[in-house]
Protein backbone atom coordinates (compact mmCIF):
# COMPACT_ATOMS: atom_id res chain seq x y z
CA UNK A 1 0.00 0.00 0.00
CA UNK A 2 1.40 3.15 -1.28
CA UNK A 3 2.20 6.05 1.57
CA UNK A 4 1.14 9.59 0.78
CA UNK A 5 2.50 12.58 3.14
CA UNK A 6 -0.61 14.42 4.11
CA UNK A 7 -1.15 17.64 1.95
CA UNK A 8 0.08 19.75 4.67
CA UNK A 9 3.68 18.27 4.20
CA UNK A 10 3.63 18.38 1.08
CA UNK A 11 2.42 21.92 1.28
CA UNK A 12 5.54 22.74 3.73
CA UNK A 13 8.46 21.17 1.79
CA UNK A 14 7.19 22.91 -1.17
CA UNK A 15 7.28 26.45 0.48
CA UNK A 16 10.64 25.92 2.12
CA UNK A 17 12.02 24.48 -1.17
CA UNK A 18 10.82 27.54 -2.86
CA UNK A 19 11.87 29.95 0.02
CA UNK A 20 15.57 28.19 -0.52
CA UNK A 21 15.45 28.65 -4.52
CA UNK A 22 15.00 32.67 -3.56
CA UNK A 23 17.34 32.62 -0.94
CA UNK A 24 19.79 30.86 -3.26
CA UNK A 25 19.08 32.94 -6.19
CA UNK A 26 19.31 36.23 -3.97
CA UNK A 27 22.77 35.04 -2.85
CA UNK A 28 23.80 34.84 -7.02
CA UNK A 29 24.02 31.21 -6.32
CA UNK A 30 21.34 30.29 -9.50
CA UNK A 31 23.08 32.76 -11.72
CA UNK A 32 25.51 29.96 -13.31
CA UNK A 33 22.55 27.70 -14.03
CA UNK A 34 19.95 30.56 -14.55
CA UNK A 35 22.91 31.40 -17.23
CA UNK A 36 23.31 28.01 -18.71
CA UNK A 37 19.64 27.81 -19.08
CA UNK A 38 18.69 31.18 -20.36
CA UNK A 39 21.45 31.06 -22.83
CA UNK A 40 19.81 29.24 -25.47
CA UNK A 41 16.75 30.72 -25.36
CA UNK A 42 18.67 33.96 -25.43
CA UNK A 43 20.00 33.27 -28.36
CA UNK A 44 16.90 31.73 -30.32
CA UNK A 45 15.35 34.77 -29.78
CA UNK A 46 18.19 37.33 -30.97
CA UNK A 47 18.14 35.13 -34.08
CA UNK A 48 14.34 35.17 -34.43
CA UNK A 49 14.77 38.68 -33.96
CA UNK A 50 17.62 39.26 -36.41
CA UNK A 51 15.79 37.18 -39.43
CA UNK A 52 12.41 39.45 -38.34
CA UNK A 53 14.54 42.42 -38.63
CA UNK A 54 15.88 41.82 -41.89
CA UNK A 55 12.75 40.37 -43.60
CA UNK A 56 11.09 43.84 -42.20
CA UNK A 57 13.79 45.82 -44.32
CA UNK A 58 13.45 44.07 -46.99
CA UNK A 59 9.84 44.43 -47.12
CA UNK A 60 9.64 48.16 -46.09
CA UNK A 61 12.80 49.13 -48.67
CA UNK A 62 10.54 49.37 -52.15
CA UNK A 63 8.24 51.76 -50.35
CA UNK A 64 11.42 53.38 -48.79
CA UNK A 65 12.90 53.81 -52.04
CA UNK A 66 9.78 55.20 -53.96
CA UNK A 67 9.45 57.84 -51.02
CA UNK A 68 12.72 58.92 -51.59
CA UNK A 69 12.49 58.68 -55.45
CA UNK A 70 9.54 61.09 -55.12
CA UNK A 71 10.90 63.47 -52.97
CA UNK A 72 14.16 63.37 -55.41
CA UNK A 73 11.68 64.84 -57.96
CA UNK A 74 10.22 67.10 -55.91
CA UNK A 75 13.54 68.79 -54.38
CA UNK A 76 14.38 68.82 -58.13
CA UNK A 77 11.96 70.44 -59.27
CA UNK A 78 12.34 73.09 -56.19
CA UNK A 79 15.90 73.79 -57.48
CA UNK A 80 14.82 74.20 -61.00
CA UNK A 81 12.10 76.91 -60.06
CA UNK A 82 14.68 78.60 -57.97
CA UNK A 83 17.13 78.48 -60.86
CA UNK A 84 14.72 79.73 -63.17
CA UNK A 85 13.74 82.69 -60.58
CA UNK A 86 17.49 83.73 -60.38
CA UNK A 87 17.83 83.81 -63.92
CA UNK A 88 14.99 86.12 -64.00
CA UNK A 89 16.36 88.42 -61.65
CA UNK A 90 19.71 88.20 -62.97
CA UNK A 91 18.13 89.56 -66.55
CA UNK A 92 15.95 91.93 -64.53
CA UNK A 93 19.53 92.84 -62.92
CA UNK A 94 21.13 93.56 -66.22
CA UNK A 95 18.32 95.11 -67.96
CA UNK A 96 17.52 97.59 -65.22
CA UNK A 97 21.27 98.70 -65.15
CA UNK A 98 21.33 99.11 -69.15
CA UNK A 99 18.54 101.13 -68.85
CA UNK A 100 19.79 103.02 -66.00
CA UNK A 101 23.14 103.47 -68.27
CA UNK A 102 20.94 104.54 -71.43
CA UNK A 103 19.66 107.37 -69.42
CA UNK A 104 22.65 108.68 -68.06
CA UNK A 105 23.82 108.64 -71.36
CA UNK A 106 21.04 110.91 -72.65
CA UNK A 107 21.21 113.14 -70.29
CA UNK A 108 24.47 113.99 -71.01
CA UNK A 109 22.75 114.80 -74.74
CA UNK A 110 20.17 116.47 -73.99
CA UNK A 111 19.81 118.35 -77.45
CA UNK A 112 18.65 114.68 -79.12
CA UNK A 113 15.49 112.92 -79.41
CA UNK A 114 16.15 109.11 -78.87
CA UNK A 115 14.08 106.21 -79.56
CA UNK A 116 14.83 102.62 -77.65
CA UNK A 117 15.36 99.17 -79.16
CA UNK A 118 16.04 96.00 -78.74
CA UNK A 119 18.61 93.70 -80.92
CA UNK A 120 16.60 90.95 -82.21
CA UNK A 121 18.72 89.50 -84.91
CA UNK A 122 22.12 89.40 -86.77
CA UNK A 123 23.26 89.28 -90.00
CA UNK A 124 24.37 85.72 -90.89
CA UNK A 125 27.42 86.80 -93.48
CA UNK A 126 30.46 86.58 -91.34
CA UNK A 127 31.66 89.60 -94.30
CA UNK A 128 29.37 92.08 -93.12
CA UNK A 129 28.66 93.04 -89.77
CA UNK A 130 25.12 94.40 -89.19
CA UNK A 131 22.24 94.11 -86.59
CA UNK A 132 18.59 93.71 -86.60
CA UNK A 133 16.77 96.23 -84.21
CA UNK A 134 12.85 95.58 -83.71
CA UNK A 135 11.60 99.25 -84.19
CA UNK A 136 11.10 100.64 -87.63
CA UNK A 137 9.28 103.54 -89.38
CA UNK A 138 6.39 103.38 -87.79
CA UNK A 139 8.24 104.16 -84.94
CA UNK A 140 9.59 107.19 -86.56
CA UNK A 141 13.28 105.66 -87.70
CA UNK A 142 14.70 106.61 -90.90
CA UNK A 143 17.65 105.65 -92.66
CA UNK A 144 20.93 106.64 -91.62
CA UNK A 145 19.96 107.67 -87.89
CA UNK A 146 23.05 107.39 -85.69
CA UNK A 147 22.63 104.26 -83.14
CA UNK A 148 24.49 104.13 -79.66
CA UNK A 149 24.68 102.59 -76.27
CA UNK A 150 25.14 103.72 -73.10
CA UNK A 151 29.43 103.27 -74.13
CA UNK A 152 29.44 105.28 -77.17
CA UNK A 153 28.79 105.13 -81.18
CA UNK A 154 27.70 101.32 -82.57
CA UNK A 155 26.63 102.52 -86.18
CA UNK A 156 23.32 103.89 -88.23
CA UNK A 157 20.70 102.88 -89.70
CA UNK A 158 21.21 101.08 -93.02
CA UNK A 159 17.97 99.71 -94.08
CA UNK A 160 14.20 100.63 -92.11
CA UNK A 161 10.67 98.19 -92.59
CA UNK A 162 7.52 99.13 -91.01
CA UNK A 163 7.95 97.41 -87.61
CA UNK A 164 12.62 96.75 -87.89
CA UNK A 165 15.65 97.96 -88.95
CA UNK A 166 19.26 96.98 -89.94
CA UNK A 167 22.04 99.05 -88.29
CA UNK A 168 24.89 99.14 -89.85
CA UNK A 169 27.98 98.93 -87.16
CA UNK A 170 30.86 101.03 -87.22
CA UNK A 171 33.04 97.82 -87.26
CA UNK A 172 31.29 97.37 -91.19
CA UNK A 173 34.18 97.20 -93.53
CA UNK A 174 31.84 99.27 -95.65
CA UNK A 175 32.57 102.09 -92.72
CA UNK A 176 34.25 105.00 -93.06
CA UNK A 177 33.85 107.98 -90.47
CA UNK A 178 35.62 111.21 -89.53
CA UNK A 179 36.78 111.12 -85.79
CA UNK A 180 38.63 113.63 -83.78
CA UNK A 181 41.38 112.34 -81.30
CA UNK A 182 41.63 113.46 -77.78
CA UNK A 183 43.90 114.99 -76.55
CA UNK A 184 45.31 116.21 -79.76
CA UNK A 185 42.23 117.26 -81.44
CA UNK A 186 43.91 116.11 -84.76
CA UNK A 187 41.40 114.46 -87.51
CA UNK A 188 41.47 110.95 -88.54
CA UNK A 189 39.24 108.59 -90.61
CA UNK A 190 37.67 105.49 -88.65
CA UNK A 191 37.49 102.39 -90.91
CA UNK A 192 35.83 99.32 -90.22
CA UNK A 193 37.41 95.41 -91.80
CA UNK A 194 35.76 92.23 -93.06
CA UNK A 195 37.75 90.73 -89.67
CA UNK A 196 35.27 93.43 -87.18
CA UNK A 197 38.31 95.52 -86.07
CA UNK A 198 38.80 99.30 -86.20
CA UNK A 199 41.56 101.06 -87.59
CA UNK A 200 42.69 104.61 -88.15
CA UNK A 201 43.54 106.46 -91.28
CA UNK A 202 44.63 109.84 -92.50
CA UNK A 203 46.10 110.67 -89.10
CA UNK A 204 48.52 114.03 -89.98
CA UNK A 205 52.11 112.57 -89.82
CA UNK A 206 52.91 115.38 -87.58
CA UNK A 207 50.35 114.89 -85.48
CA UNK A 208 51.44 114.01 -81.57
CA UNK A 209 49.23 110.82 -81.83
CA UNK A 210 49.66 107.75 -78.36
CA UNK A 211 48.18 104.64 -77.58
CA UNK A 212 45.18 105.54 -74.85
CA UNK A 213 43.97 108.59 -76.82
CA UNK A 214 40.00 108.91 -77.00
CA UNK A 215 38.53 108.33 -80.72
CA UNK A 216 35.19 110.73 -80.77
CA UNK A 217 32.70 111.54 -83.81
CA UNK A 218 33.85 114.80 -85.67
CA UNK A 219 30.72 115.39 -87.01
CA UNK A 220 32.37 116.44 -90.25
CA UNK A 221 31.35 114.87 -93.33
CA UNK A 222 27.26 115.22 -91.83
CA UNK A 223 26.86 111.50 -91.22
CA UNK A 224 26.89 111.34 -87.11
CA UNK A 225 26.89 114.07 -84.28
CA UNK A 226 30.03 115.29 -82.98
CA UNK A 227 31.33 114.36 -80.03
CA UNK A 228 30.29 110.53 -79.43
CA UNK A 229 33.13 108.34 -77.98
CA UNK A 230 33.99 105.58 -80.63
CA UNK A 231 37.17 104.39 -78.72
CA UNK A 232 40.64 104.29 -77.56
CA UNK A 233 44.25 103.94 -79.78
CA UNK A 234 45.45 101.18 -79.10
CA UNK A 235 48.50 101.49 -81.41
CA UNK A 236 50.03 103.97 -83.80
CA UNK A 237 52.24 103.10 -87.00
CA UNK A 238 54.40 106.17 -88.84
CA UNK A 239 56.48 105.71 -91.73
CA UNK A 240 58.95 108.90 -92.72
CA UNK A 241 58.21 107.99 -96.18
CA UNK A 242 54.57 107.89 -95.36
CA UNK A 243 51.91 110.96 -96.16
CA UNK A 244 49.81 109.75 -93.46
CA UNK A 245 50.10 107.89 -89.99
CA UNK A 246 47.56 105.15 -89.06
CA UNK A 247 46.84 103.13 -86.30
CA UNK A 248 44.75 100.58 -84.56
CA UNK A 249 41.08 101.09 -82.30
CA UNK A 250 39.60 99.28 -79.16
CA UNK A 251 36.04 100.16 -79.84
CA UNK A 252 34.43 101.09 -76.28
CA UNK A 253 31.08 98.62 -77.24
CA UNK A 254 31.58 95.67 -76.97
CA UNK A 255 29.37 94.22 -80.16
CA UNK A 256 28.79 90.47 -79.02
CA UNK A 257 26.77 91.42 -76.26
CA UNK A 258 24.62 94.34 -77.72
CA UNK A 259 20.78 93.93 -75.80
CA UNK A 260 19.03 97.75 -75.92
CA UNK A 261 20.26 100.47 -77.92
CA UNK A 262 19.20 104.35 -78.60
CA UNK A 263 18.55 105.76 -81.77
CA UNK A 264 19.10 109.08 -82.05
CA UNK A 265 15.72 109.76 -84.15
CA UNK A 266 16.23 113.98 -84.22
CA UNK A 267 19.62 113.87 -86.35
CA UNK A 268 19.62 113.79 -90.05
CA UNK A 269 22.30 113.06 -91.81
CA UNK A 270 23.73 115.22 -94.81
CA UNK A 271 24.79 113.81 -97.62
CA UNK A 272 27.95 115.46 -98.90
CA UNK A 273 29.73 112.85 -101.25
CA UNK A 274 28.80 114.59 -104.46
CA UNK A 275 30.11 117.97 -102.83
CA UNK A 276 33.97 116.30 -102.27
CA UNK A 277 36.59 115.59 -104.87
CA UNK A 278 36.91 112.02 -105.76
CA UNK A 279 38.66 109.92 -103.82
CA UNK A 280 38.35 112.09 -100.79
CA UNK A 281 37.42 110.57 -97.34
Not at 95 to 106: G, R
Amino acid sequence: MNYRPPRSLRTIVIAVIAIGLVILAVSGYLTPLAQLVLSPVVSAQTWLSERYMAVQSILSTPRDVAELSQRNVALEAEVSSLESQIIELQQQLTEYQILSSLLDFARAYPEYEYVGASVIGRDPSPFLQYVIINRGSDDGLRRGMPVVTQQGLVGRISRVTAAAANVQLITDPATSINVRLQPSSERAVLLGSITGDLSLDFIPQQANVNPGDLVLTSGFGGNYPPNILIGQVTSVRSQDFDLFQSGSVQPVVDFEQLEIVLVISNFQPVDVEPLLPANQP
